[in-house]
């Protein structure tokens, strides 16, 4: 991790901080509109707080572009630097687009579809479990 990623970790703690003290002292309300949270405060620290929030996920995101990985002794590289001067790529991905019940699948190859299909099964699981016992 270099230190824009970790400077970016850092500030989204401070964020989240600032925004649960002002819950905790009555400042800022917290509540769920069917799965997305919802906030609302008045007051300069839960203002503060929500501009570190998104100052912190730009910082990590810029801080993550680009950067050189070193995983259990193996060096990796992000993509476009790898495969500057020859112009193929080796990355797979894939998503999956829920339009109400309709899933709508794409991807790179197959390998990547299934994968981020069952993914997305896990993460609707999971959604269920917290909307029904939390």
Same mark, same amino acid.
């Given at each position: 991790m270099?230190?824009? #990623? /970790?400077l970016g970790v850092l500030i989204l703690i401070a964020g989240a901080a600032l &925004?649960?003290?002002? +819950?905790? #002292? !009555?400042n800022a309300s917290v509540g769920l509109a069917f799965i997305v949270p919802i906030i609302t405060g008045s007051g300069l620290q839960f203002l503060f707080g929500m501009l570190c929030i998104f100052v912190g996920i730009i910082t990590v995101v810029m801080g993550m572009a680009g950067e050189h990985h070193v995983i259990d002794g193996r060096e990796f590289? $992000?993509?476009? %630097?790898?495969n500057k001067g020859n112009g193929r790529s080796k990355v797979r991905t894939g998503g999956v687009l829920l339009i109400g019940p /309709?899933? &709508? $699948?794409? !991807? $790179?190859? %197959? !390998?990547a579809m299934?994968? %981020?299909? &069952? /993914? %997305? +099964? &896990?993460?609707? /699981?999971l959604a269920l479990v917290f909307l029904l016992f939390f």
């Open positions: 270099n230190y824009r #990623t /970790l &925004i649960s003290k002002e +819950v905790v #002292t !009555g590289e $992000s993509p476009d %630097a790898k /309709l899933p &709508i $699948s794409f !991807g $790179s190859d %197959a !390998g299934h994968m %981020a299909q &069952i /993914l %997305a +099964v &896990i993460m609707l /699981l």
